[in-house]
């Protein structure tokens, strides 16, 4: 059985849907609504590393020590904002997992491509907080 972290083979559709290829993925799905469900949400995971990075992207070098367990070859890079309900049985197998570490990483990640993360008031609690300036919080407050 899959469960969240682990890094599979699944036959992934093109965004298209003209067809789709087996390929790495990252289950999102929480373990517990896991064994309840048919289908997981999966992560597209690619080698291909553009030259311009979006907000969502996350680089998982192979350098990286957590790199060893996750079954992946060369250094990967997970788009957060390509995302995949697909049913377990297009499972393929489970190449490695990932470690808390990198999940919390990617899990930031995901909440930039889903809407749930504002860099803009990130931006102004952070500094806020290192300038102890309340005026920052104030402002970030309206902007929401």
Do not use: W
Not at 23 to 30: E, G, K, M, S
Not at 108 to 134: M, Q, R
């Amino acid at each position: 059985m899959v469960k969240r972290g682990n890094i599979v083979l699944i036959k992934y559709p093109f965004t298209d849907l003209s067809g789709s290829k087996v390929r790495p993925a990252l289950i999102i799905t929480p373990d517990k609504m896991i064994p309840d469900m048919d289908d997981v949400l999966c992560l597209f995971i690619s080698s291909v590393i553009p030259d311009e990075l979006l907000d969502t992207d996350f680089i998982f070098d192979i350098n990286n020590p957590a790199f060893k367990n996750s079954g992946l070859k060369v250094t990967s890079l997970f788009r957060t904002h390509k995302l995949a309900l697909l049913n377990k049985s297009l499972v393929v197998r489970v190449l490695g997992e990932l470690e808390p570490q990198i999940i919390k990483k990617i899990n930031e990640k995901i909440k930039i491509a889903v809407g749930e993360y504002d860099p803009i008031n990130l931006f102004f609690y952070s500094t806020a907080f290192l300038s102890k300036n309340t005026d920052f919080k104030k402002q970030a407050n309206k902007d929401k």
